[in-house]
């Protein structure tokens, strides 16, 4: 038979389940719990639901009408590719910019066709030239930890590419003529996936895909708008690595994320 429980057992149990929760965040590989609510919301740092490749979209949204066509029309023919397939065969063994000959493969984009989330990075580095998939050396790997610890999904759920497909050397930054040559193609991508949310990871995925120069300090953590589609700009996973303390911040952006999503935010104490 049960009893009411007295003040202080009250306060144990509870004390007993925050300790719990967490040490399943620590688990999970958050370093830190926000400081305050993510705008305003009780449910800003529960934990993640299993993993379903449903939970997306459970009351499906309009999708973004296709973005205005700009730069496609630098390369002929670009605009009727239908499918990324099509357009992996139009980019080809691409020479159209100087980091052509330097490459060892073209990092075109891996993920669902059709996902309502695409994650959209800067520019291949080592490991990803070396297999021609982007985020697969340690950067990626904390990225699809965020996709399938953080937010239940698989990373087969989204879609994930860079902003340039091939390599720049010693990893420096895209120079505005490569970036120039290679938007058309990621612009492409983004049309004929249409996701409903584009996370832009990292300053320089950022200040390309909106054209700004604000620093991602200021931007990360605010809905913007690329051509018709939601983008929430947050930290590069290879900054978390040199920044562990920071990944509390970009789990309050993909909180967001899923918000918009549908994606529901973990209850307390549902398992994986
Ligand atoms: S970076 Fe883009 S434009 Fe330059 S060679 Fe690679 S695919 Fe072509």
Not at 134 to 145: I, S
Not at 226 to 254: C, Q
Request: glycine residues 8%; hydrophobic residues 40%.
């Amino acid at each position: 038979m049960s009893r009411d429980l007295s003040a202080p057992e009250h306060r144990r149990l509870m004390l007993d389940s925050v300790r719990d929760y967490l040490d399943q965040l620590a688990e999970e590989g958050l370093e830190g719990l926000p400081a305050e609510r993510s705008r305003g919301t009780s449910q800003a740092a529960t934990k993640v639901v299993p993993r379903s490749s449903d939970v997306l979209s459970p009351t499906p949204a309009p999708r973004p009408a296709p973005a205005p066509i700009e730069l496609l029309s630098a390369y002929p023919g670009l605009e009727k590719t239908a499918t990324l397939t099509e357009l992996r065969s139009f980019i080809g063994d691409c020479k159209r910019c100087k980091l052509a000959p330097l490459r060892t493969n073209l990092v075109f984009g891996v993920g669902n066709p059709d996902a309502d989330l695409m994650f959209v990075g800067e520019a291949p580095g080592a490991d990803e030239d070396a297999r021609g998939e982007p985020f697969v050396g340690r950067a990626g790997q904390l990225l699809t930890d965020i996709i399938e610890r953080g937010m239940g999904l698989r990373r087969g759920d989204v879609y994930i590419c860079n902003v340039i497909k091939c390599r720049p050397p010693d990893n420096r930054n895209p120079e505005p003529d490569e970036v120039a040559t290679c938007e058309p193609f990621l612009m492409r991508q983004i049309d004929l996936v249409r996701p409903r949310a584009i996370v832009a990871l990292g300053t320089f995925a950022v200040q390309a895909l909106l054209r700004v120069k604000t620093p991602i300090s200021r931007l990360r953590g605010n809905w913007q708008e690329y051509r018709g589609i939601k983008l929430m700009p947050t930290f590069h996973p290879a900054y978390l690595l040199r920044s562990p303390g920071e990944k509390r911040l970009v789990w309050l952006d993909i909180q967001e994320v899923m918000k918009l999503l549908g994606v529901p935010l973990p209850a307390r104490g549902s398992s994986r």
